[in-house]
């Protein structure tokens, strides 16, 4: 295993270990150790999926290890930029162990060596799936941000202030969080989707297959379109969004296994 | 050649007896209110007894502290039992109370312990609402009239510093002041955990009260904004809309308030709910689904439970805020534990400059201050006297030596002089500060 790939693995796993400390302990200095072993991990893998293209050639999201490894890339940078505007530290509890997981699991699974056809070199290929990754990254945080919502949102309406009411950020924050990601990744899945038509009819010669992947995909983005409409139309916030938001990416998840398992 | 001093050298002069630090009082966990009532000191009181004990030659320093919760005597003395009793018979006199209605109550710490009770009363970890803010105010006055009335010396100006330092280190470091522990806080600690931030926030007040009063005024404090008065005697919602700058609105109007406020605080004498359910069909799609608050302190209710069911719509009654007040609490005293370690450190701190303020170890250090600085001085210019025999560097230790001795005569004998007893600390004080003796002199004025 790369040594870079081998540091990242270690950066995120400290990490989520110091931000469940910081969420148990609410000890700033943990907080401050856990955000930088998160930076360090980014930047390691940042240099690792650099690396790769470079001695690869193709952008890597092409097999099962390297989608883990960008997708584990995407959800930790979609986090940092979205902590430059919301700080909301708790999040890291549940960002960093996806990260550390996802690069985990990448690093057991295989390596198979690609066939190196001109298709692979396809730019739409790559725009489509590297777009899906990085809307799938912004969709999972969203799905994070909103179990955290329903449990503050528990905690306030059943008046059982908990281990997590004061831990927790208020309700408003945690449902803006959750738009921003929402209004951040659906023009990505919406290119994502695009890019992907326009692949297949390249390929294909045809724009729709009723493939179940297919069908999947788009029946999680017109989950999100629902819901963009009803917060956009009706201003819906809240509960119900929360649940429609996690009900979106548990389509997605199934979409991505689909994807290597059908 | 070295002639480092040790305190045993020095003991055997007989200094005058080292002053102690004395803490006499009773609080709300020893004297029952009526007691309590009797004894305590107003802030006309206050002076008065200031300049009567000041005359009292057993009693050195002096601070009085009295709230409605405590009254406490904090004083530095030669003679302990001397001290207690006379303080005791001032304040039967005082304040025409028979000894015996009091005394029982009275509890009574000196040297470490009195330092500690001091730190915690003034960290409000031995108040009666754990971490309630107010005391260290009460505390500080209590100082400003100690200084006014000149009863403050070394001792206590140093104590009362720290006392204010440790306060605002156990309420940083700590959670004792993060809980809200009245409805009104209860009542904006919940409001920002449902709306992050309460500016512009309107509210919409239904009946008058003063609990329902003083939760609005903190909401306002918190620029929660615009405010609505609803009164079933529209004179009166007209007045008490002036009292918070706000707007009056007829009582029949409240149902179409419902759309545009977030934040509704009920207080009515009304005998059943006059907020149902039924009356909230399409008002949520009108708000667009923001989040509505109500706060309902009325007896009976005034909203119906059953709203809190909808979504986005939080139904928080006077029984829910008590029991979140319970919790929080809980927390407090939680947190007072560790409140109690930061204060136990800072006892230690304090009686090690305590203990240094006596004469002897402060000749001592002098002397031995001194004698570093002649060997250093000495090793230095030896060195570069290749030329010197054994015998001229004999001499030239001897003549630093005297010099040293000479300079040192008249200072120390000073300190020991037995004339001057009531200066004694402050002198030194003044002589610990002028050689530099301690080296971590932060601990001093300059905290403040």
């Known amino acids: 295993?790369?040594?870079?790939?081998?540091?990242?693995?270690?950066?995120?796993?400290?990490?989520?270990?110091?931000?469940?400390?910081?969420?148990?302990?609410?000890?700033?200095?943990?907080?401050?150790?856990?955000?930088?072993?998160?930076?360090?991990?980014?930047?390691?893998?940042?240099?690792?999926?650099?690396?790769?293209?470079?001695?690869?050639?193709?952008?890597?999201?092409?097999?099962?290890?390297?989608?883990?490894?960008?997708?584990?890339?995407?959800?930790?940078?979609?986090?940092?930029?979205?902590?430059?505007?919301?700080?909301?530290?708790?999040?890291?509890?549940?960002?960093?162990?996806?990260?550390?997981?996802?690069?985990?699991?990448?690093?057991?699974?295989?390596?198979?060596?690609?066939?190196?056809?001109?298709?692979?070199?396809?730019?739409?290929?790559?725009?489509?799936?590297?777009?899906?990754?990085?809307?799938?990254?912004?969709?999972?945080?969203?799905?994070?941000?909103?179990?955290?919502?329903?449990?503050?949102?528990?905690?306030?309406?059943?008046?059982?202030?908990?281990?997590?009411?004061?831990?927790?950020?208020?309700?408003?924050?945690?449902?803006?969080?959750?738009?921003?990601?929402?209004?951040?990744?659906?023009?990505?899945?919406?290119?994502?989707?695009?890019?992907?038509?326009?692949?297949?009819?390249?390929?294909?010669?045809?724009?729709?297959?009723?493939?179940?992947?297919?069908?999947?995909?788009?029946?999680?983005w017109l989950v999100y379109a629902v819901l963009l409409h009803e917060r956009l139309a009706v201003g819906w916030q809240g509960r119900r969004a929360a649940i429609m938001t996690m009900a979106g990416f548990a389509v997605l998840l199934f979409t991505f296994f689909l994807r290597f398992l059908g | 050649m070295n002639s480092r001093t040790t305190a045993s050298t020095l003991n055997s002069s007989i200094l005058p007896e080292k002053k102690k630090i004395v803490l006499i009082g009773l609080n709300h966990k020893t004297a029952p209110v009526e007691v309590r009532e009797g004894l305590a000191f107003s802030s006309e009181d206050t002076p008065k007894a200031l300049?009567?004990?000041?005359?009292?030659?057993?009693?050195?320093?002096?601070?009085?502290?009295?709230?409605?919760?405590?009254?406490?005597?904090?004083?530095?003395?030669?003679?302990?039992?001397?001290?207690?009793?006379?303080?005791?018979?001032?304040?039967?006199?005082?304040?025409?109370?028979?000894?015996?209605?009091?005394?029982?109550?009275?509890?009574?710490?000196?040297?470490d312990d009195a330092v500690r009770h001091i730190f915690r009363v003034a960290s409000s970890l031995d108040s009666m609402v754990v971490g309630e803010p107010q005391i260290l105010g009460q505390i500080k006055e209590a100082y400003r009239y100690a200084s006014d009335y000149r009863t403050c010396g070394v001792i206590l100006n140093r104590l009362m510093h720290r006392s204010f330092s440790v306060a605002k280190r156990v309420r940083t470091e700590t959670g004792i002041g993060d809980h809200a522990v009245s409805v009104s806080y209860a009542a904006v600690e919940l409001g920002r955990k449902i709306f992050g931030d309460l500016e512009g926030k309107a509210v919409l007040l239904i009946g008058a009260g003063e609990m329902?009063?003083?939760?609005?005024?903190?909401?306002?404090?918190?620029?929660?904004?615009?405010?609505?008065?609803?009164?079933?005697?529209?004179?009166?919602?007209?007045?008490?809309?002036?009292?918070?700058?706000?707007?009056?609105?007829?009582?029949?109007?409240?149902?179409?308030?419902?759309?545009?406020?977030?934040?509704?605080?009920?207080?009515?004498?009304?005998?059943?709910?006059?907020?149902?359910?039924?009356?909230?069909?399409?008002?949520?799609?009108?708000?667009?689904?923001?989040?509505?608050?109500?706060?309902?302190?009325?007896?009976?209710?005034?909203?119906?439970?059953?709203?809190?069911?909808?979504?986005?719509?939080?139904?928080?009654?006077?029984d829910d805020l008590n029991s979140t007040i319970e919790q929080n609490i809980d927390e407090r005293r939680h947190e007072a534990l560790r409140g109690n370690r930061i204060v136990d450190k800072a006892v230690i701190q304090f009686r090690r400059w305590f203990e240094s303020l006596d004469v002897v170890p402060t000749i001592v250090a002098i002397r031995n201050k001194m004698e570093d600085i002649r060997q250093k001085e000495l090793k230095k210019t030896l060195a570069t006297l290749s030329s010197a025999s054994e015998e001229d560097r004999m001499a030239i230790d001897r003549l630093t030596a005297a010099i040293v001795n000479k300079i040192l005569h008249n200072p120390t004998v000073f300190l020991k002089e037995r004339g001057h007893k009531d200066k004694k600390t402050l002198y030194v004080d003044v002589a610990r500060r002028l050689f530099h003796l301690d080296e971590s002199n932060d601990m001093g004025r300059g905290d403040s």
């Open chain 1, 1 to 220: 295993m790369n040594i870079f790939f081998a540091l990242t693995i270690a950066c995120y796993i400290a990490s989520s270990l110091g931000y469940q400390a910081y969420v148990v302990f609410q000890k700033r200095v943990i907080y401050r150790i856990a955000m930088i072993g998160l930076w360090t991990g980014f930047v390691c893998h940042t240099i690792v999926i650099a690396m790769n293209y470079v001695e690869a050639g193709y952008v890597p999201v092409q097999n099962i290890h390297e989608t883990f490894s960008a997708f584990a890339w995407a959800v930790a940078g979609v986090f940092l930029a979205l902590q430059i505007r919301f700080n909301l530290m708790v999040l890291g509890a549940l960002v960093a162990p996806v990260a550390a997981l996802c690069t985990v699991i990448a690093s057991i699974l295989s390596k198979p060596q690609i066939q190196m056809t001109p298709l692979f070199e396809n730019l739409w290929r790559t725009s489509h799936i590297g777009a899906i990754i990085l809307g799938n990254a912004a969709f999972a945080i969203a799905f994070l941000v909103s179990i955290l919502y329903l449990i503050q949102e528990r905690a306030i309406k059943s008046k059982k202030r908990g281990f997590f009411f004061r831990r927790l950020p208020s309700l408003k924050l945690l449902d803006s969080m959750g738009y921003s990601c929402l209004i951040v990744g659906f023009p990505v899945l919406t290119f994502g989707v695009i890019a992907g038509a326009v692949y297949s009819q390249m390929v294909r010669g045809r724009v729709w297959s009723w493939d179940p992947r297919v069908i999947f995909g788009v029946i999680a």
């Open chain 2, 51 to 111: 300049q009567t004990l000041r005359e009292f030659p057993i009693i050195d320093e002096l601070l009085l502290f009295s709230t409605c919760n405590r009254v406490e005597f904090l004083f530095t003395t030669e003679d302990v039992s001397a001290g207690v009793e006379a303080i005791k018979d001032f304040l039967a006199r005082f304040k025409k109370t028979p000894r015996q209605a009091f005394e029982q109550s009275l509890y009574l710490y000196d040297g």
């Open chain 2, 212 to 318: 329902a009063e003083l939760a609005v005024e903190h909401l306002v404090r918190n620029r929660a904004r615009p405010i609505f008065v609803a009164n079933r005697t529209f004179e009166r919602g007209v007045e008490m809309a002036e009292k918070f700058k706000g707007t009056a609105i007829r009582f029949d109007e409240i149902h179409n308030y419902f759309k545009q406020v977030d934040i509704v605080i009920s207080s009515t004498g009304a005998p059943g709910y006059i907020v149902v359910r039924d009356d909230f069909k399409g008002i949520m799609r009108a708000r667009r689904n923001r989040s509505l608050f109500f706060i309902d302190i009325a007896v009976p209710r005034d909203i119906d439970p059953e709203l809190n069911r909808i979504e986005n719509v939080y139904v928080y009654d006077i």
